[in-house]
């Protein structure tokens, strides 16, 4: 497909670098022309200097012709804008950074209705979903939503004394009496996607898939799940960390929030009346006891600095806070962070990827009988996870698995059918109506045929 | 460095050779002229060595950088025209092994400077090869590589960078190897018009397809003793328009083709090497009027010799060392501008000289105005000063290493001042034929083996546009890990 990307910050570089990964002719446009000579130099794609609202820099970048506009420039009004310019101009579909919680609800179904605008991504949303989703789960653990909440795959790193390891994966679900599988290992720089004579050891980092309940029961017997978070503190007053307040007020937790600029402060504490706002600066431990750290349940950092999030975090930790939660935007920051025991590590520019890739995946197959419908990287992006909808026949249905033959490093983790999940084994077959959750590692599916070898 | 990927890419080129060389041998076949063994020879020397290289040094990692970049493009350049010049050496009818190695990198770096003396003595298949290198060496044989072989990684750009000409390198699609398609396909689809319309004019296919290798390079050998002269006018001018338009950049081409015909017609650099052409086709023209006495003929052959000298095809249809020295004096200057950037045509580029001649007015200005802030300008955009910078050190490295290969030369007890200089300048910037000694009627063939290999480095030097080859005798690229 010819993409266009204009806006090559954190965002849009990180989308360039997947979008040329998966094979797709990619334009970059940015007014910083030193920006676009590097971004050039280092992945094969166009670079195009200059305004992402003049006509003349569109029709150049080649936007007339293209299939995909994406605007994810630090300005929503520019993003907007641009769209509206690039759909006219000839581009087939388009997508918008709008962050700004004043563009939503009404005003922005309005405007994405009048600007013709096929894709609103609001990151900082998506990051409070994500942070919302893990607190309400077990700590050390990532969780995953499939088919509308039916699956969960959850990832965790595993404890010495944790009662899966030392057994073979084959007898693990008769010992817990629950229904699940374990889909994917990393152990120290390898990932592996086990087969039944596994064994699991102490430190092994693993993907599990369950539907809620199964997962709620086999939690719960690992001696994993205790209290959900109820007291919450928030470091750095962001629009995700409004967003995330706005979220967990809802499900009646008490949330507070540190910011040090008087303004913001003020602001939220208008525009969400029960949380309690205190204006300081968090990066002073002793201020965060005194507003009562301790206490907490969980502690979330979300300031705009990577080192400060990551020093907090562990301070929090070390002050027996029960969850901690960081944004760490940096890659290589984000790995050391991992490596040195926090698990909980979130990056904006992942996850704002992650949708447009999906996107895009689901753009290129629409024609296609085989839809992929939700696409997740785990493990550091090493494996895919995809959910397929099965429209009709095709060589995969109606063979049992076990007879099927499926590529080395690939997994079948799921079979929902008539709203029911199923975790499959070897008789089980796929028949069409269902939807599919595939695991892939090294592999680029496109469609579910692709997993055959 | 990232040796191993350095290594592995030669050994793709010299495969790539060893299915190049598939041609002469057809050819030698065609016209049963004895030389399918040498060419078969080198064939399988050249996939062989391609062979070991690619099996000794897999690469351990697709990463590579500038540095890479420049050293793979004068490796491969040098390996190449190692690897060449042995059809000629093994046939025996270039005897000297250092002959045969100036004439094929005088061939693949479109130079077209020969040792030959009575080049219509050659097998037809050895003039094919001859001019089939000015063909491939014209677009680049990297180019050719990133066209056919998928892209391993997006760093690929700067092997290309190494090897196009011009201040800098704008993609045409997004990925790179669609670009290096696209400009193959112009480069094959004007190559062929043009041997087309030459057959029109009576030309044997032979010598219509040779001839338009060499003016699609911008290379310039030819077949017969006295060059194009003893074609027909209308092949005459044929060759000339498709020289010229080979001297242009392909970038315009594409805009042309993607109906984007505005910016193209605009274009800073197209004008200014319009313009360069006909002033200098005028001023020839009136300088060399009093010689022939009629206006048709004058104008034939000073636009010829101007279309052919300043894209540095090196061409000729009169011996032009006899014409006056203000005429002579032209076409030295023209083989220093040389034709545009992205085009097949060498010499430091009209867009080098346009961007010079601009920071030199506003150095002027700035020297009266010293606070003033001035902006340089090309193709309607504000130039930065990086690129400034980088054409202004460029040229100064340019003409240093023209005086130091001047003064190696020099050390030749038999030539003179102007040979010498000419020789120098005809190679440096790709063109082939000088003045005096080494004039459109003569060759190189007298001067010593030492000053042959000073001369061939200079093409490759001029063609790779100095930085490959310089990082590549540099120890320090390869000590360095």
């Given at each position: 497909m010819k993409i266009i990307v204009t806006g090559c910050g954190k965002i849009g570089t990180t989308l360039l670098a997947s979008l040329t990964a998966e094979g797709h002719d990619v334009t970059a446009l940015d007014n910083d022309a030193e920006l676009i000579s590097t971004l050039t130099d280092s992945y094969d794609i166009m670079g195009v200097c200059g305004n992402a609202v003049d006509c003349d820099t569109l029709e150049e970048a080649g936007?007339?012709?293209?299939d995909l506009f994406v605007a994810v420039t630090g300005s929503d009004e520019l993003n907007m804008l641009s769209c509206f310019l690039a759909k006219r101009l000839g581009a087939l579909h388009t997508v918008a950074r709008i962050?700004?919680?004043?563009?939503?609800g009404k005003s922005l179904s309005f405007m994405r209705q009048q600007l013709d605008i096929t894709l609103p991504v609001n990151p900082e949303k998506l990051a409070a979903q994500e942070l919302f989703n893990t607190l309400k789960f077990p700590s050390n653990m990532k969780v995953e939503t499939f088919s509308r909440r039916n699956f969960l795959m959850i990832e965790l790193k595993l404890k010495?004394?944790?009662?899966?390891?030392?057994?073979?994966l084959s007898s693990l679900r008769n010992k817990f009496r629950a229904n699940f599988l374990i889909c994917a290992v990393q152990r120290g720089d390898t990932i592996h996607i086990p087969r039944g004579d596994f064994e699991l050891h102490g430190g092994d980092k693993i993907a599990l898939t369950a539907n809620p309940g199964e997962l709620h029961k086999l939690l719960k017997s690992m001696g994993l799940l205790k209290k959900q978070a109820r007291d919450i503190m928030i470091l750095g007053g962001s629009k995700t960390a409004f967003y995330l307040a706005q979220m967990l007020l809802s499900t009646g937790s008490s949330v507070t929030i540190i910011d040090k600029d008087k303004a913001i402060c003020h602001e939220l504490s208008n525009t969400l009346p029960g949380v309690m706002v205190i204006h300081g600066d968090g990066a002073h431990e002793q201020l965060l006891v005194d507003e009562g750290l301790r206490s907490q349940d969980a502690f979330v950092a979300l300031t705009g600095n990577d080192e400060q999030n990551i020093l907090l975090s562990f301070y929090a930790a070390s002050e027996q806070v029960e969850k901690v939660l960081a944004k760490v935007n940096r890659v290589e920051l984000a790995t050391i962070a991992e490596q040195m025991g926090l698990s909980n590590i979130f990056s904006l520019r992942q996850m704002v990827s992650n949708v447009i890739v999906k996107y895009v995946r689901a753009l290129e197959n629409s024609?296609?009988?085989?839809?992929?419908e939700t696409l997740y990287k785990l493990m550091d992006g090493r494996i895919e996870a995809l959910e397929f909808k099965v429209d009709e026949r095709s060589?995969?249905?109606?063979?049992?698995l076990k007879e099927l033959p499926i590529k080395k490093d690939?997994?079948?983790?799921g079979i929902l059918r008539n709203r029911k999940p199923i975790i499959p084994n070897g008789d089980d077959m796929i028949v069409p109506g269902d939807r599919v959750i595939v695991l892939a590692a090294g592999h680029r599916l496109q469609s579910l045929t692709d997993i055959l070898r | 460095m990232n040796r191993k990927m350095v290594f592995y890419t030669t050994g793709q080129i010299l495969l790539l050779n060893a299915l190049l060389l598939m041609l002469p041998l057809v050819v030698s076949f065609l016209y049963a002229?004895?030389?399918w063994l040498p060419f078969l020879l080198t064939a399988l020397i050249s996939a062989a060595l391609g062979g070991v290289l690619q099996l000794t040094c897999?690469?351990?990692?697709?990463d590579y950088y500038a540095k890479e970049g420049f050293v793979i493009t004068a490796l491969a350049w040098l390996t190449l025209s190692l690897v060449g010049a042995l059809p000629f050496f093994l046939s025996r009818q270039i005897p000297s092994y250092v002959d045969a190695f100036f004439e094929t990198v005088s061939g693949f770096t479109t130079?077209?400077?020969?040792?030959?003396?009575?080049?219509?003595?050659?097998s037809k298949s050895l003039l094919f090869w001859r001019s089939f290198t000015h063909w491939v060496g014209g677009m680049g044989i990297l180019v050719l590589l990133v066209a056919v072989l998928p892209t391993?990684?997006?760093?690929?750009i700067h092997v290309l960078r190494a090897e196009m000409p011009g201040p800098t390198m704008g993609k045409l699609r997004p990925r790179l190897s669609d670009t290096a398609k696209i400009l193959y396909l112009i480069y094959v689809v004007m190559t062929v018009i043009e041997i087309i319309l030459l057959l029109f004019g009576g030309m044997p296919l032979f010598d219509s397809i040779v001839h338009s290798f060499g003016s699609a390079g911008t290379g310039g050998f030819g077949i017969k003793a006295d060059s194009i002269a003893g074609y027909s006018n209308y092949c005459q001018w044929v060759i000339t328009v498709f020289m010229f338009l080979f001297g242009v950049n392909f970038n315009l081409y594409f805009m042309l083709l993607i109906g984007r015909f505005r910016p193209a017609l605009k274009s800073d650099e197209l004008r200014a090497y319009v313009g360069i052409a006909l002033t200098a086709m005028l001023l020839i023209s009136v300088n060399i009027y009093p010689m022939y006495h009629n206006l048709a003929d004058t104008l034939r052959l000073s636009a010829f010799q101007v279309s052919s000298i300043m894209t540095t095809t090196?061409?000729?249809?009169?011996?032009?060392?006899?014409?006056?020295d203000f005429s002579r004096t032209i076409l030295i200057i023209l083989m220093f501008i040389g034709?545009?950037?992205?085009?097949?045509g060498g010499g430091l580029k009209v867009s080098r000289v346009v961007l010079l001649l601009r920071t030199v007015r506003r150095e002027f200005q700035h020297m009266l105005h010293p606070r003033s802030i001035g902006s340089v300008k090309f193709e309607g955009k504000p130039v930065e000063n990086a690129t400034l910078v980088s054409v202004s050190t460029y040229f100064g490295l340019y003409m240093a290493i023209f005086a130091l290969m001047l003064l190696l030369v020099s050390?030749?007890?038999?030539?003179?001042f102007t040979s010498n200089f000419s020789a120098v300048a005809a190679c440096f910037n790709n063109i082939g034929p000088g003045l005096g000694?080494?004039?459109?009627?003569?060759?190189?063939?007298?001067?010593s083996d030492f000053s042959k290999l000073v001369l061939s480095f200079g093409m490759l030097l001029g063609r790779l546009e100095l930085y490959p080859i310089l990082f590549l005798l540099n120890p320090s690229t390869w000590t360095k890990k």
């Open positions: 936007v007339r012709g293209s962050r700004n919680p004043e563009y939503s010495e004394d944790s009662p899966l390891c030392g057994i073979p024609s296609g009988s085989n839809n992929i060589d995969v249905t109606e063979i049992p690939i997994l079948l983790t | 002229d004895g030389c897999k690469p351990v990692s697709n130079t077209g400077a020969s040792i030959l003396t009575d080049v219509e003595a050659m391993v990684s997006g760093r690929t090196g061409y000729s249809t009169v011996n032009f060392d006899a014409w006056p034709a545009s950037a992205g085009s097949t050390l030749e007890p038999d030539f003179d000694l080494v004039g459109p009627a003569l060759s190189y063939t007298n001067y």
